[in-house]
T-cell receptor, first 110, second 112 residues
Framework: QKEVEQNSGPLSVPEGAIASLNCTYS??????FFWYRQYSGKSPELIMF????GDKEDGRFTAQLNKASQYVSLLIRDSQPSDSATYLC??????????FGTGTRLQVFP | DVKVTQSSRYLVKRTGEKVFLECVQD?????MFWYRQDPGLGLRLIYF???????EKGDIPEGYSVSREKKERFSLILESASTNQTSMYLC???????????FGQGTRLTVV
């Protein structure tokens, strides 16, 4: 089992819709969870982080964490074509190890 | 702004060469990471360091070594480059455990 798993996509949504991206992780001891966005040919950049169970909202983005189910998700409301990118889930495991999923490619069409 | 700088954007090396990839961060971060990114495989952790002269293996350390003699600099070394090490290499740093990692611009290495 991979340490951090994501559906590779592509996930296609129309402009204005909600995009839902999901991630599961295997290490029950993980404490910190991150969502990064990566445009083609660019480096990943942080969108959100979450440490506690529940929801965290920042503008159009909401991160959700369920530690019992080892599941973290990212919701993007009012999706825009500029949101089209690959979204990477990252988990901080033991001893500072930061592990990424393979990413989900999101396509927002006008 | 945090800045993570990788020494080269593009690099072409011959099979068997010893290759050094350098990474420098300017924010006094404790942790530094080296990843490689390949299509369909995502970002895979090669090595990371949580302090000067300290290093830990990631998921794919074979064929690589690292050096961290100063806090701001983390070097990735390919002892004898092979064609299967052709990839995008990304360096990152974070202040401490559980905090945001900042990435360099990446080095696209081609081994011929």
């Amino acid at each position: 089992q991979k340490e951090v798993e994501q559906n590779s996509g592509p996930l296609s949504v129309p402009e204005g819709a909600i995009a839902s991206l999901n991630c599961t992780y295997s290490d029950r001891g993980s404490q910190s969870f991150f969502w990064y966005r990566q445009y083609s040919g660019k480096s990943p950049e942080l969108i959100m982080f979450i440490y506690s169970n529940g929801d965290k909202e920042d503008g159009r983005f909401t991160a959700q964490l369920n530690k019992a189910s080892q599941y973290v998700s990212l919701l993007i409301r009012d999706s825009q074509p500029s949101d089209s990118a690959t979204y990477l889930c990252a988990v901080n495991e033991w001893a500072d190890k930061l592990i990424f999923g393979t990413g989900t490619r999101l396509q927002v069409f006008p | 702004d945090v800045k993570v700088t990788q020494s080269s954007r593009y690099l072409v090396k011959r099979t068997g060469e010893k290759v050094f990839l350098e990474c420098v961060q300017d924010m006094d971060h404790e942790n530094m990471f080296w990843y490689r990114q390949d299509p369909g495989l995502g970002l895979r952790l090669i090595y990371f360091s949580y302090d000067v002269k300290m290093k830990e293996k990631g998921d794919i350390p074979e064929g690589y070594s690292v050096s961290r003699e100063k806090k701001e600099r983390f070097s990735l070394i390919l002892e004898s480059a092979s064609t299967n090490q052709t990839s995008m290499y990304l360096c990152a740093s974070s202040r401490d455990t559980g905090t945001e990692a900042f990435f360099g611009q990446g080095t696209r290495l081609t081994v011929v």
